[in-house]
């Protein structure tokens, strides 16, 4: 989720938590909802790194609690606290920065060190407008009218509006089940929950299209995207930032292209709503390369 999201949640649980906002306070517990991104010092100039540690270990259950933990001595000493009291607003606070990303499609890895595995909602796109402004809404009529109660609403917002889009998404998933056999993935895309990407996976393509939510489907207007397999892939890719990306992909396509390199390769999961964007598909994350006649990769630039 976006730093303004973080933010503006750690001031609303500050708030829930009878913390008189300040301009000082609000500064340090603004900047307290961040700490969780601290992951991105220890990425920073590796790219292996960065996809490996990014939403990493302080972004698990455990890292979440070391920093709560830890944060809370500094409250404490700042604001004369009781510690208990400290430690529980810290957690709360970096738990519900961890939920944040959990949302998204980005996913979190909420059992590392102990696991790899990346766990994503996906009910949330990473930058909502109407998500974050009801939100700040909420958290400014609290300050302005003195109100913990509607400080308590935001964070039930927080909650809760996650949890309604998930609704939303099994909708749109039992409505494109009945029209296909093939598996069916439902995530987000940009303006979700009014629009949902779906991909429909068979043996060797994916289907995609980004479709409104209570908008007629069509399976014969979804664009196919030849699967990369990892596992029977002709390319060798004997890198460790290779092995890295790949493992951090979840639904990797590959396709031609003009230019400079060869082919690329993308995740579904990062390609924008090109039907609001004027058909340009707009992708994160993706992977260009050249190969000789092998199948070695000679050259690749990633973005």
């Known amino acids: 989720m976006d730093p303004i999201t973080h933010s503006v949640s750690g001031l609303a649980l500050a708030k ?22 601290i992951d991105n010092i220890v990425s920073f ?10 939403r990493g270990f302080t972004h698990s259950v455990w890292g979440g609690l070391l920093l709560g933990i830890l944060s809370a001595f500094i409250l404490k000493n700042i604001f004369n606290k009781n510690l208990l009291f400290s430690i ?19 996913g979190t890895q909420l059992l ?4 790899r595995h990346r766990f994503a909602l996906s009910t949330v796109y990473i930058i909502d407008p109407f998500y974050t402004l009801t939100i700040i809404i909420l958290l400014t009529l609290g300050l302005l009218l003195k109100s913990r109660k509607t ?28 029209l296909t056999d093939d598996k069916v993935i439902v995530t987000t895309t940009a303006f979700t929950p009014i629009y949902w990407k779906v991909i429909i996976e068979d043996k060797n393509t994916y289907k995609v299209k980004d479709i409104t939510t209570f908008g007629q489907i069509n399976l014969d207007t979804f664009t196919n995207y030849t699967k990369f397999d990892r596992k029977n892939s002709f390319y060798n890719f004997n890198s460790k930032f290779l092995d890295t990306y790949l493992w951090f992909v979840d639904y990797p396509v590959i396709i031609q292209t003009d ?45």
Not at 16 to 37: M, R, W
């Open 259 to 303: 230019g400079n390199y060869d082919y690329e390769i993308f995740d579904l999961k990062f390609m924008l709503n090109e039907n609001i964007f004027d058909k340009n598909k707009h992708k994160a994350f993706g992977l260009q390369f050249k190969t000789n006649g092998e199948g070695e990769m000679t050259d690749y630039i990633f973005n």
């Open 88 to 106: 529980i607003t810290s957690i709360a606070i970096m738990y519900i920065h961890i939920y944040l990303d959990y949302i998204t499609s980005y």
């Open 16 to 37: 829930v938590f009878k913390v008189k906002l300040t301009a000082k306070k609000i500064l340090i517990f603004g900047s307290l909802a961040l700490l969780p991104d």
């Open 151 to 178: 400080a308590i609403i935001a964070a039930a917002f927080l909650i809760l509006y996650p949890a309604a889009n998930f609704g939303v998404k099994t909708f749109v998933k039992f409505k494109v089940s009945k």
């Open 45 to 54: 100039g590796s790219r292996t790194a960065y996809l490996l540690h990014h």
């Open 112 to 115: 590392a060190p102990f696991s």
